[in-house]
């Protein structure tokens, strides 16, 4: 209930919810976050600070105070990672508490901010975050955690900006300061991406290779703002990337080789060797003579086709379909390729058949109680419709390499029966007269069309499946 209360009492006062935010965070152990929402809450409506009873001060100070001695025992713990992270977020919350007016209201802040300074924090930030770093730089997890390591001091970065903009009257100290910060942030990062791709570089091999050259590419982004081509990581990745596509063109130029040297008169073989060929000239263009043996293995193993069809759908799949393994000539052809639809006929035909019945049918009881019958005499005619609708179809493909023949008729029948009752019919559901439609001419060719689609469909791709493995 309490809970519900302070919820509608949050939506009413929006202001609190920072600090009721700033609580939940300090629950949970974000300390930095704990700092910057209590100083937004009171930074963005002084009149918070001035409704502040003592007792709530004095919360809020213990909370600051058990902050200060959580980050005074990590800076002193064994472990590098702590100590690393300790200075990162004490920079954080003094860059905060240094632009909060409120902060010299706290005790635990003024005895923070007056035994510290920006400078001597970030310094010790950089020092022990470049340690921890050294220690991870090595050819394992792909870097994954070194890189997670430096760019923890992009946090430092995102503080220094959240204040400036927030705080348009900064005098002109702290701006150059701040400036200087982030240049060194920049520089910290870019150094630290560039000793990483150093290392890879050596290893030599192309995952490396590949490896640093995006390495080198992400050292410069970072920090080009304050210089192009710094510690010529740009000429860096450019040198890499011109190794690696190396690497990359004569690996895959000799595989082509392997499948052009083994294909004999498997087309097959040819297409896979131009493909490898093909793979050579997107890292470098005109690699040794491949364009020689792009058009060598293109002519010995692509088919050379002629098409055929009257049927603009089918003409189309044919053709995209046959992209991959052959090309259209008008000379030289290997496969002729020939697709015709026939004219839909359409044709319908009824029955009609004539049924007297008879049927006696209890009405009532007499006085005795003895059953009522009356006989019913009617007539049942039933009236069948049948509709059939057909195109035939011709696909024909000869060649050297390969011949095949079909024609069919696409055939689909629909049946409608219709009942109709007179004379005297019973009085029950069993004899009602029925009205089913034929589907009718257009109706009916939309359904053989969709059959023949699918049908025809089917032979192409078995003719593509059996071309593929020539």
Do not use: W
């Amino acid at each position: 209930m309490r809970k519900i209360l302070f919820a509608i009492l949050c939506l009413l006062f929006v202001s609190c919810s920072n600090l009721y935010k700033a609580n939940k965070a300090y629950e949970r152990g974000d300390y930095v976050e704990n700092v910057v929402l209590t100083f937004k809450y009171f930074d963005e409506k002084p009149e918070n600070f001035k409704e502040l009873n003592e007792k709530k001060k004095n919360e809020i100070n213990s909370k600051f105070s058990n902050i200060f001695e959580y980050y005074s025992k990590q800076k002193n713990s064994e472990k590098l990672e702590d100590r690393n992270r300790a200075n990162i977020e004490l920079f954080t919350i003094y860059i905060v508490s240094d632009n909060s007016q409120y902060a010299g209201e706290f005790q635990a802040e003024r005895e923070f901010l007056a035994s510290n300074n920006a400078k001597n924090l970030f310094n010790q930030a950089l020092k022990t975050n470049k340690e921890l770093f050294l220690q991870n730089i090595g050819l394992r997890d792909d870097h994954t955690y070194a890189l997670k390591v430096i760019d923890h001091t992009i946090n430092m970065n995102i503080a220094i900006d959240a204040v400036v903009e927030s705080n348009k009257s900064l005098d002109r100290n702290k701006v150059e300061l701040y400036n200087y910060f982030k240049k060194e942030i920049a520089k910290h990062r870019a150094d630290g991406y560039i000793s990483l791709a150093e290392v890879e570089e050596k290893e030599g091999s192309n995952r490396y290779l590949r490896s640093a050259q995006n390495l080198y590419y992400k050292a410069n982004e970072i920090y080009s703002k304050y210089q192009k081509n710094y510690r010529n990581s740009y000429s860096k990745y450019e040198s890499t990337k011109y190794k690696a596509d190396l690497n990359d063109a004569e690996d895959n130029y000799n595989k082509g080789i392997t499948e052009y040297r083994n294909a004999g008169s498997s087309k097959a073989k040819y297409r896979a060797a131009n493909y490898y060929f093909k793979e050579a000239q997107k890292y470098v263009y005109n690699y040794k003579d491949t364009n020689k043996l792009l058009n060598e293995t293109k002519e010995k193993g692509y088919f050379k086709y002629s098409l055929n069809s009257n049927n603009v759908d089918v003409k189309n799949k044919i053709s995209n379909d046959l992209n991959s393994i052959a090309y259209p000539v008008t000379n030289g052809i290997e496969l002729f390729i020939d697709y015709r639809d026939g004219d839909y006929n359409y044709n319908t035909s009824s029955n009609t058949n004539t049924e007297q019945l008879k049927k006696e049918v209890q009405t009532g009881v007499d006085s005795t109680g003895k059953p009522i019958m009356k006989v019913y005499n009617f007539t049942k005619i039933t009236t069948t419709i049948e509709e059939i609708g057909t195109i035939r179809y011709t696909f024909s493909v000869r060649g050297a390499y390969y011949n095949n023949n079909i024609s069919n008729d696409i055939t689909i029948k629909n049946t409608v029966n219709n009942v109709k009752y007179s004379g005297e019919v019973p009085p029950s559901s069993e004899y009602r007269n029925s009205d089913n439609k034929a589907l009718g001419s257009n109706e009916l060719k939309k359904k053989v069309e969709e059959k023949l689609k699918k049908e025809v469909n089917g032979h192409i791709d078995s003719m593509i499946k059996d071309l593929k493995r020539i």
